[in-house]
């Protein structure tokens, strides 16, 4: 009994111990959990102030990048408005320009138009004077020679006719003398206007292509092993390469200027990339010519546009482009073809032609100087064919071929365009050529014409471009002049050095005279 006594009493007593251990269990189970749920609460903070703080980070960025968006966007919108603005100022100004030349010819009309009605009341006042000196007249010779009415009015016409023949051509000539003296001071007056609404600077740029080394090992580097890499250059370029003791600099050479321009961007290019060697060379040179004929399209078709002549034809752009590498005694034939647009323009503008029309044969007069190296014949012939062949108007190609006085002009617009060649090549600072050179080749000219018997007279005109020769009709017939002529250009050629080319006129004049006494 007692046994189970004590076996009821210790399973009671492991009962209740294994409840307590239970319940400490369990509390510890709690604690446990309750310190992970912390832990993962405080994660779950954590990660949701990170999505937090990206997302603000994120829409900062975005906020950032559709503002710049927005200020690109205004700024090309003020680019646009301001450019439009622009376009509307030159308008107005050309309007108002247009309607200042419509006042002033209005009242260039209104005072011709008064002067005619002035002329007009003194023609019929001296008719008034005329019929009554003839009416007195004829009343005399009635009287005095008993004539009938008839023959008294026609001689009485016969004795009026001369008495006022040389009055009248007194007035002619005197009319005559006026309107010469008019056209010329409105020709200065128009000229001078000319030049003060247009100016620019001086020409200053050379013909010679240099290029600049970094250090003299560069020249090494430039002529290769065994000369391999100048060869190349100059076999792919068309140029020569003159590589002297001068320092740090090597002197291109080419009667092309294109191929000029070509292998100087060539060869800068090959210094800053390092790596010379034929099959560089080759691609480098292919790359910028594809690039200068870009460029040069680039060049004629802003200046078309600047000029604001309209539509042309593509190819005459290009030849338009390639005038910017071309010199003529230091001057760019480019900006001179722009001065003689603008001046044309001005003075057609003044005289009431075609504004447009003036500029555009101002443009294309030198456009054969663009191929001149390279084909045969003058600038002026060449830029005449390139004009008719890409359908130019036929004002325009005779003020081609006139402005330097080959044929005869047909146009006002062309006489403007031989002034305003000679304005832009004359003004100072436009072309540059020693005195002292310009004289001796002016002076030898004239010396070799005057060397050959029979030749009485010889003048350089044209600042050089044509030498007249004066011969004497007893001396040379018209079969030998033609010899003549040949061995005087045969001479300049192989003894002269000049730009362009020098046109050789010889004249024979026969003057036969008689004393009458």
């Given amino acids: 009994m007692d046994y189970v006594l004590v076996?009821?009493?210790?399973?009671?007593?492991?009962?209740?111990?294994?409840?307590?251990?239970?319940?400490?269990?369990?509390?510890?189970g709690l604690d446990k959990a309750q310190i992970e749920a912390k832990s993962i609460l405080e994660d779950s903070n954590s990660k949701a102030e990170n999505i937090i703080r990206q997302a603000n980070l994120d829409g900062k960025q975005?906020?950032?990048?559709?503002?710049?968006?927005?200020?690109k966007e205004i700024k090309e919108q003020k680019k646009v408005l301001q450019q439009t603005e622009a376009r509307l100022a030159r308008r107005e100004d050309s309007l108002g320009s247009r309607e200042e030349n419509l006042n002033a010819k209005e009242r260039k009309l209104d005072e011709r138009a008064k002067v005619q009605e002035d002329k007009i009341l003194n023609l019929s006042k001296m008719e008034q004077e005329l019929q009554a000196m003839i009416a007195s007249e004829v009343e005399v010779l009635e009287r005095v020679a008993n004539l009938d009415q008839e023959a008294a009015k026609a001689e009485l016409m016969d004795i009026v006719a001369k008495k006022t023949e040389k009055e009248v051509a007194e007035y002619l000539h005197e009319m005559d003398e006026q309107a010469r003296e008019k056209a010329a001071q409105n020709a200065r007056e128009i000229l001078a206007t000319a030049i003060q609404r247009y100016a620019n600077e001086e020409t200053l740029d050379r013909t010679v292509s240099v290029v600049t080394l970094p250090n003299e090992d560069m020249k090494?580097?430039?002529?290769?092993?065994?000369?391999?890499?100048?060869r190349a250059i100059e076999q792919i370029t068309g140029v020569d390469l003159i590589i002297d003791d001068t320092p740090d600099v090597i002197t291109v050479s080419c009667f092309d200027p294109i191929r000029r321009e070509i292998a100087r961007q060539s060869l800068e290019i090959l210094m800053k990339d390092g790596r010379i060697q034929p099959g560089r060379i080759e691609?480098?040179?292919?790359?910028?010519?594809?690039?200068?004929?870009?460029?040069?399209?680039?060049?004629?078709?802003?200046?078309?546009?600047?000029?604001?002549?309209?539509?042309?034809?593509?190819?005459l752009i290009r030849l338009v482009g390639r005038l910017r590498f071309r010199y003529s005694y230091g001057q760019n034939v480019l900006e001179h073809s722009k001065e003689v647009a603008y001046f044309a323009g001005?003075?057609?503008?003044?005289?009431?032609?075609?504004?447009q029309v003036a500029k555009r044969a101002g443009l294309l007069h030198d456009i054969g100087k663009a191929v001149d190296f390279e084909m045969d014949g003058t600038h002026v012939e060449l830029g005449a064919k390139f004009a008719k062949k890409y359908g130019e108007n036929g004002i325009v190609v005779n003020a081609i071929e006139a402005h330097h006085g080959d044929v005869p002009p047909q146009s006002l617009i062309a006489n403007l365009v031989a002034a305003a060649d000679t304005l832009s090549a004359a003004r100072p600072g436009a072309r540059y050529e020693s005195m002292e050179n310009y004289i001796e080749r002016l002076e030898n000219l004239e010396k070799i014409a005057t060397s050959y018997e029979g030749v009485s007279k010889a003048y350089a005109i044209?600042?050089?471009?044509?030498?007249?020769?004066?011969?004497?009709?007893?001396?040379?017939?018209?079969?030998?002049m033609t010899k003549v002529a040949h061995d005087i250009r045969e001479r300049i050629e192989n003894e002269l050095t000049y730009p362009g080319q020098i046109k050789v006129t010889l004249i024979r004049e026969v003057r036969v005279q008689e004393l009458a006494q």
């Fill in 62 to 71: 975005n906020v950032y990048e559709l503002k710049l968006q927005a200020e």
């Fill in 7 to 28: 076996s009821i009493f210790a399973g009671l007593i492991g009962l209740a111990i294994g409840l307590v251990i239970m319940k400490v269990l369990g509390r510890m």
């Fill in 346 to 355: 001005i003075m057609a503008a003044e005289l009431g032609l075609n504004q």
């Fill in 283 to 315: 691609d480098v040179v292919n790359k910028v010519r594809n690039e200068l004929e870009d460029t040069i399209y680039e060049i004629g078709n802003e200046t078309v546009y600047e000029l604001g002549i309209g539509r042309i034809n593509r190819e």
């Fill in 462 to 480: 044209q600042a050089g471009r044509e030498i007249r020769v004066m011969v004497e009709p007893n001396k040379i017939d018209d079969v030998t």
């Fill in 220 to 230: 090494g580097r430039i002529i290769g092993r065994e000369g391999r890499n100048i």
